[in-house]
């Protein structure tokens, strides 16, 4: 049994040593990206190259496509404060007692349109970006 959780710590400490390169195939779908990259006259190979695929593609009466990103993301916060002292009803709590804690979740949009000409050369863009 001692050897298994050996083996298992092994395992978490060279898995959690490597970290994915950031490509569009990992996400890599920001606000600050979309800001200084994203430009009128790209082509849709270069948009894909920064952003990868879609989420939606439509197809626009005047000719051309109209794209959809969107990301949808929730960040968590905990923390935790302890310290020496006794509780209200007057019992010692130890060394680590007494604490208090403290935790925070925000969720945050990005959606991005991007609209294509007949050519395939982006006309247009905008974004919305909210964080709640």
Request: glycine content about 12%; some cysteine.
């Amino acid at each position: 049994m001692k050897h298994v959780g050996l083996v298992l710590l092994f395992s978490f400490s060279i898995f959690s040593c490597t970290s994915p390169a950031a490509t569009a195939v990992n996400n890599d779908f920001t606000l600050g990206k979309v800001q200084s990259q994203l430009t009128n006259g790209m082509n849709s190979s270069q948009v894909v190259a920064l952003f990868g695929s879609p989420n939606l593609v439509t197809s626009r009466k005047e000719g051309g496509e109209t794209w959809t990103y969107d990301k949808i993301s929730r960040e968590a916060e905990a923390s935790q404060v302890s310290g020496l002292g006794a509780g209200a009803s007057g019992r010692f709590f130890g060394i680590f007692g007494g604490g208090r804690s403290k935790s925070s979740v925000s969720n945050k949009n990005l959606t991005l349109i991007v609209v294509f000409d007949e050519n395939g050369t982006v006309v247009d863009h905008k974004y919305q970006s909210v964080k709640y």
